[in-house]
């Protein structure tokens, strides 16, 4: 009872935004009017999304397998990104704080018809023991999640904790020039160089709309450990 008034206090509160894909019906994302960073759908999440879905089927860094490719979501907000990867047949495993899991959970069932893979929701705060997510996931899924200075080393120790060798980590992140973003980007990619190697996925391998030279996807992995 006290998740189905929660999915219903939800609802009332929110907009909708519809996102194509190139086959199917429309992903149908809720959004809070009011809330924080996290109740939004932003841009770099849609071209995250939608560069998935080009990408799409993703090679498996940990070999072949019957199942579809297994990913984790960090800072899911919405659940957008890891939507469109269960749409696409990813197993996904989307996480945010607590305070994010009802509406992830309404856009969960409100787009369960459309999943060709599995999408479930789990409560993550970055840099905390992880002791419930796939370990060695084949994909870790970042969108948007690099502005709070304070938030930089707890996300990073996640990403190292959650990803193993072969785990692909795909972030994209929108390059903002106000206030002290620039700073906490250049801090983000400082810290990111100890244990991580990245390459930029250039404009053109990313969707013919939905891209922007602003806004960043990068295919990260860990350093070979000997």
Same mark, same amino acid.
Request: hydrophobic share 40%.
């Given at each position: 009872?006290?998740?189905?008034?929660?999915?219903?206090?939800?609802?009332? *509160?929110?907009?909708?935004? /519809?996102?194509? !894909?190139?086959?199917? /019906?429309? =992903?149908?994302?809720?959004? !809070?009017?009011?809330?924080?960073?996290?109740?939004?759908?932003?841009?770099?999440?849609?071209?995250?999304?939608?560069?998935?879905?080009?990408?799409?089927?993703?090679?498996?860094?940990?070999?072949?397998?019957?199942?579809?490719?297994?990913?984790?979501?960090?800072?899911?907000? &919405?659940?957008?990104?890891?939507?469109?990867?269960?749409?696409?047949?990813?197993?996904?495993?989307?996480?945010? =704080?607590? *305070?994010?899991?009802?509406?992830? $959970?309404?856009?969960?069932?409100?787009?369960?018809?459309?999943?060709?893979?599995?999408?479930?929701?789990?409560?993550?705060?970055?840099?905390? &023991?992880?002791?419930?997510?796939?370990?060695? %996931?084949?994909?870790?899924?970042?969108?948007?999640?690099?502005?709070? @200075?304070?938030? =930089?080393?707890?996300?990073?120790?996640?990403?190292?904790?959650?990803?193993?060798?072969? &785990?692909?980590?795909?972030?994209?992140? *929108? @390059?903002? &020039?106000?206030?002290? $973003? %620039?700073?906490?980007?250049?801090?983000?990619?400082? =810290?990111?160089?100890?244990?991580?190697?990245?390459? *930029?996925?250039?404009?053109?391998?990313?969707?013919?709309?939905?891209?922007?030279?602003?806004?960043?996807?990068?295919?990260?992995?860990?350093?070979? !450990?000997?």
């Amino acid at each position: 009872a006290a998740a189905a008034a929660a999915a219903v206090a939800v609802m009332a *509160e929110c907009f909708v935004r /519809s996102v194509e !894909r190139r086959a199917g /019906s429309p =992903l149908r994302v809720r959004q !809070r009017a009011v809330g924080g960073v996290g109740a939004v759908v932003w841009d770099a999440a849609l071209v995250l999304a939608k560069y998935l879905e080009r990408a799409w089927p993703w090679p498996r860094p940990g070999g072949g397998s019957a199942h579809g490719p297994v990913a984790v979501e960090l800072g899911a907000g &919405t659940g957008l990104v890891g939507l469109m990867a269960a749409a696409l047949g990813a197993n996904v495993t989307v996480t945010d =704080l607590e *305070e994010l899991q009802d509406l992830l $959970n309404v856009n969960i069932k409100d787009n369960k018809h459309l999943v060709t893979g599995s999408i479930q929701a789990k409560v993550l705060k970055w840099g905390e &023991t992880i002791t419930d997510l796939p370990s060695d %996931p084949d994909y870790i899924l970042v969108a948007d999640c690099i502005y709070y @200075e304070q938030s =930089l080393e707890p996300l990073l120790r996640t990403m190292k904790d959650l990803s193993g060798n072969k &785990t692909c980590i795909i972030l994209s992140y *929108e @390059e903002r &020039t106000m206030g002290s $973003n %620039p700073k906490v980007e250049k801090r983000f990619f400082e =810290l990111l160089q100890t244990d991580f190697e990245m390459e *930029e996925i250039p404009l053109d391998k990313q969707d013919e709309e939905y891209r922007s030279e602003d806004i960043h996807v990068l295919h990260i992995k860990r350093k070979s !450990r000997h």
